[in-house]
């Protein structure tokens, strides 16, 4: 079971715009479109911003963004805000015998 | 409001035994599939177990098969995660989420394991 892979790191300043990718092989991520985000501020719990590739939860700022090419998933934040600094993590359905991959993490910082 | 509640975390010796709970309120329980997920100091999230809203199906990680069994009261709308046989790396933050259509929302706040001599 190996996860996915993102980059350790990213950053941008306030008001930018910032892309972190997400990837997998045919057999997860290029394989369904079970793919998730997460947001989690170090002490408290994970929460999820996007599913399925594209879609945001209710209350998920639209600046939060989902998109999906091949084996390789990208969320995008724009406009980037202070309390957007955390670490993300994406995640993809991988098929019964091995089930939710996550990637091993991004933290972004806003400059 | 939608609310996880982890419990049964603790400090515990290589080889030794816990018994994790998650209480859930404010959804119905028994139709949703739920998760173990957790995460090492300094680490990611790795995922852990999945059971589906009968505990019909039942998933494991290759890293806990074997030694961590995952089970669900649906009438106290509880899930549970046994570990036995716990080693050093099994140290972690539990955390319960609810699975929805592959995506783990909401997440309880988590409960620590300690696997140290």
């Known amino acids: 079971q190996s996860a996915l892979t993102q980059p350790p790191s990213a950053s941008g300043s306030p008001g930018q715009s910032v892309t972190i990718s997400c990837t997998g092989t045919?057999?997860?991520?290029?394989?369904?479109?079970?793919v998730s985000w997460y947001q989690h501020h170090p002490g408290k719990a994970p929460k999820l911003i996007i599913y399925?590739?594209?879609k945001r939860p209710s209350g998920v700022p639209d600046r939060f963004s989902g998109s999906k090419s091949g084996n390789t998933a990208s969320l995008t934040v724009s406009g980037l805000q202070a309390e957007d600094e955390a670490d993300y993590y994406c995640?993809?359905?991988?098929?019964?015998?091995?089930?939710?991959?996550f990637g091993g993490g991004t933290k972004l910082t806003v400059l | 409001e939608v609310q996880l509640v982890e419990s049964g975390g603790g400090l515990v010796q290589p080889g030794g035994s816990l018994r994790l709970s998650c209480a859930a309120s404010g959804f119905p329980f028994s139709v949703y599939s739920m998760n173990w997920v957790r995460q090492a100091p300094g680490k990611g999230l790795e995922w852990v177990s999945y059971?589906?809203?009968?505990?019909?199906?039942?998933y494991y990680s290759d890293s806990v098969k074997g030694r961590f069994t995952i089970s669900r009261d649906n009438a106290k709308n509880s899930l549970f995660l046994q570990m036995n046989n716990l080693r050093v790396d099994d140290t972690a933050v539990y955390y319960c989420?609810?699975?929805?259509?592959?995506?783990?929302?909401?997440w309880g706040q988590g409960t620590m394991v300690t696997v140290s001599s």
């Open positions: 399925e590739v594209t």
């Open positions: 995640n993809s359905y991988a098929g019964s015998n091995n089930f939710g991959v």
């Open positions: 059971i589906d809203r009968r505990g019909g199906n039942i």
């Open positions: 989420a609810r699975e929805d259509w592959g995506s783990y929302s909401p």
């Open positions: 045919s057999s997860d991520v290029g394989g369904y479109n079970y």
